[in-house]
């Protein structure tokens, strides 16, 4: 499919890409794989929306951007996922300044943190990771759809393989609470969403793609106590050969954040990727479904079409908004 691999850089991806004249909003922009996708993207001349809920974050982000890309083009705007006025403040903002989109990469996200519900009530980790970006991505869709060729990337990840949708108890408000569980829950979301959105927009020239990025030492594991990790452990011992974390698996190799990025980078402009609108896409490659989920392996569950609408019909009850447009 690409000649690229897991090891390939956001530079190599980028490699002869002019994004001059793109307007590229990304979530999350503020750390990590966000600011990396910022840095390379910027760097081809693409004009950059820097979403994150903490202002003096973004703004060090930006700093460290233009440090290495002098003249990078960086609007910074305030975005908590966890908050859905904040989300349609964020999106009539932007919409009285830009009317086009080229490529919203959705790419914020939390895992593994302690029981706790987002300013509407949500679940953290599904209200975060997939129904702030669900209600962002419906506003924005009017500019989206303006945008000949536009792109919606979701962060997903290998740990999807965790958990499905329990669409009898999403909140988890009648099973116990088990950070693995929601963050798996919120992941298999994000791939579920871009299959829904590519069928729903690919008419309209819109088409989204859901990532795993691989294993990157970044803030993200900031609630990775030990008590967490001991519980996945655990599972693994429980489970077996199952999930992406099996013990006798070869051990786990990280990337570095300049690997890591590459993938979303690639799926928010690569032209060969024009005929596969709603695949999950690992190592700069498309998934393999049943493969191995540490890399690109995607379990059936998170690309099912049936799935993929009635999560869809959920998130526009949560959100109390539809985006037909
Ligand atoms: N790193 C990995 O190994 C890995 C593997 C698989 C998938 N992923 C996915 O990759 C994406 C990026 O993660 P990362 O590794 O770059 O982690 P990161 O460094 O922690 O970055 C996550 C970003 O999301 C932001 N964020 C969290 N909650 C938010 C909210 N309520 N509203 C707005 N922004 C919010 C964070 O802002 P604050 O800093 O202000 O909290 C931060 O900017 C995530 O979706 C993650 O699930 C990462």
């Known amino acids: 499919m690409s000649h690229f691999n897991e090891a390939s850089t956001t530079d190599q991806v980028l490699e002869g890409v002019d994004l001059s004249g793109k307007r590229i909003v990304i979530t999350g922009a503020s750390s990590g794989l966000g600011e990396q996708s910022a840095r390379a993207m910027s760097s081809k001349g693409a004009s950059i929306t820097m979403a994150a809920r903490n202002p003096e974050k973004n703004e060090a982000a930006a700093s460290r951007i233009r440090a290495s890309v002098p003249g990078a083009d960086l609007e910074l705007r305030t975005l908590d996922l966890a908050n859905l006025a904040s989300i349609r403040s964020f999106a009539k903002d932007f919409l009285a300044d830009h009317d086009h989109i080229d490529v919203l990469l959705n ?50 990840s290998g740990a999807h393989g965790i958990a499905d949708i329990d669409y009898d108890d999403p909140m988890f408000e009648r099973r116990d609470y088990n950070p693995w569980d929601a963050y798996g829950q919120s992941k298999t979301a994000n791939a579920l969403f871009a299959v829904e959105l590519d069928r729903r927009f690919r008419d309209k020239g819109v088409h989204a793609f859901s990532v795993h990025p691989g294993m990157i030492m970044t803030e993200l594991a900031r609630h990775m106590t030990p008590e967490v990790m001991a519980q996945m452990t655990q599972r693994v011992q429980d489970e077996g050969d199952k999930s992406a974390t099996s013990s006798d698996a070869p051990a786990m190799t990280f990337k570095p954040v300049e690997a890591g990025a590459a993938t979303q980078v690639w799926a928010a402009t690569a032209p060969e990727l024009e005929e596969h609108g709603g695949m999950y896409l690992g190592d700069c490659q498309l998934g393999i479904e049943g493969g191995d989920m540490r890399t690109r392996g995607v379990q059936s569950y998170a690309l099912d079409a049936e799935s993929a609408a009635k999560l869809w019909s959920a998130s526009e009850g949560w959100v109390g908004q539809s985006f037909d447009l």
């Open 107 to 156: 790419n914020a996200g939390v895992m593994v943190c302690p029981y706790g519900t987002t300013a509407d009530g949500f679940e953290m980790q599904l209200g975060t990771n997939h129904i702030g970006h669900f209600l962002l991505t419906g506003l924005l869709a009017p500019a989206l759809v303006a945008t000949p060729g536009a792109r919606v990337v979701a962060l997903s």
